[in-house]
């Protein structure tokens, strides 16, 4: 089973719009990370954003918010005002364990493309 | 402060052959992992290092090994290269025990395995 699901392949957004990047995962840890990264053309993976399991407050990094349902295992970014520049390759990733332990292994969605349009 | 660094950016080896790549932490970073992305695959986990320690492996064949010196840079070894190796190799760092949250990545290495 997929431990983290993105279903959007692909999405496309109108510049200064903002958009929704979904992501769903499986776990049965009560700690967890979960992660998004950014991967522009170039290939590196840039981290935007962090939701720790026990965290009550949605994370936010200026642009970028997480909008975390524990619940439903829902982890789906929210990039508003959309720039040219943040077209690009999105991954959601977790990391199972406590944060500080000794299994750091992420594991990644197979990612949305992300095109935003002038 | 210098991001992580990955050498070579690109490389292009004949299948039978075997290959280093060599990644370069954050100053004071412990912690180095290693990822493979492919098309298909995406990005699987590979193994990570923790003071000159491998604290975690992914589902790989033996072919693939690394190792990670006391300056805490790492290096990954595939051998044997098969055309399915062709992949970009990511290498991420972080502070280490009980400490960050997340793994900085480098711009990783493309292998090319004809």
């Known amino acids: 089973a997929q431990k983290i699901t993105q279903t959007q392949p692909g999405m496309f957004v109108q510049e200064k719009e903002a958009v929704t990047l979904d992501c769903t995962y499986d776990t049965s840890d009560q700690s967890y990370g979960l992660f998004w990264y950014k991967q522009p053309s170039s290939g590196e993976m840039i981290f935007l954003i962090y939701?720790?399991?026990?965290?009550?407050q949605n994370a936010t990094e200026g642009r970028y918010s997480l909008n975390f349902q524990k619940a439903r295992k829902s982890a789906n970014l929210v990039i508003s005002a959309s720039q040219l520049g943040d077209s690009a390759m999105y991954f959601c990733a977790m990391r199972e364990g406590r944060s500080g332990g000794s299994n750091y292994k992420l594991t990644f969605g197979k990612g949305t493309l992300l095109t935003v349009n002038p | 402060k210098a991001g992580v660094t990955q050498t070579p950016r690109y490389l292009i080896k004949t299948r039978g052959q075997q290959v280093t790549l060599s990644c370069s932490p954050i100053s004071g970073h412990r912690s180095v992992s290693w990822y493979q992305q492919t098309p298909g695959q995406g990005l699987q986990f590979l193994f990570e290092?923790?003071?000159?320690?491998?604290?975690n492996k992914g589902n790989f064949p033996g072919r693939f090994s690394g190792r990670q010196f006391s300056n805490s840079r790492s290096e990954m070894n595939v051998s044997t290269l098969e055309l399915g190796d062709s992949a970009l190799y990511l290498c991420?760092?972080?502070?280490?025990?009980?400490?960050?949250?997340?793994?900085?990545f480098g711009q990783g290495t493309r292998l090319t395995v004809v």
């Open positions: 939701q720790g399991s026990y965290d009550e």
């Open positions: 290092y923790f003071s000159e320690t491998q604290r």
């Open positions: 991420a760092s972080r502070p280490g025990q009980a400490s960050g949250t997340e793994a900085f």
